[in-house]
Nanobody, 123 residues
């Protein structure tokens, strides 16, 4: 019942756009903060963006500010990550995650994780 499923990944050229979606199990996540993380080979999982349960507060890593936009659907059980002006260094597996507590940037604060979706940006 507790699950998150990402979609929307793919292969794009540098400068292109993708929109990732993460569907949660529903009401169990309505009061959870949701976030996006990414992990490239040989690197630690890093915070990309997060949004509070209400949708009123958002965080972005410095590397994606101005290019990515996080949002929650009206039902709040879905979180989106609009990615514009993609760069090759954005290539990674992107994961959505949910936190029972307040929005944070630390992976350890997130309790539930999706399986990830691959984003590849070609030069």
């Amino acid at each position: 019942q507790v699950q998150l499923v990402e979609s929307g990944g793919g292969l794009v050229q540098a400068g292109g756009s993708l929109r990732l979606s993460c569907a949660t199990s529903g009401r169990a996540f309505l009061n959870y903060a949701l976030g996006w993380f990414r992990q490239a080979p040989g690197k630690d999982r890093e915070f990309v963006s997060g949004i509070s349960s209400s949708g009123s507060t958002t965080y972005y890593s410095d590397s994606v500010k101005g290019r990515f936009t996080i949002s929650r659907g009206n039902a709040k059980n879905t979180v989106y990550l609009q990615m514009d002006s993609l760069k090759p260094e954005d290539t990674a597996v992107y994961y959505c995650a949910a936190s029972r507590s307040a929005l944070s940037r630390g992976p350890s604060n997130y309790n539930y994780w999706g399986q990830g979706t691959q984003v590849t940006v070609s030069s």
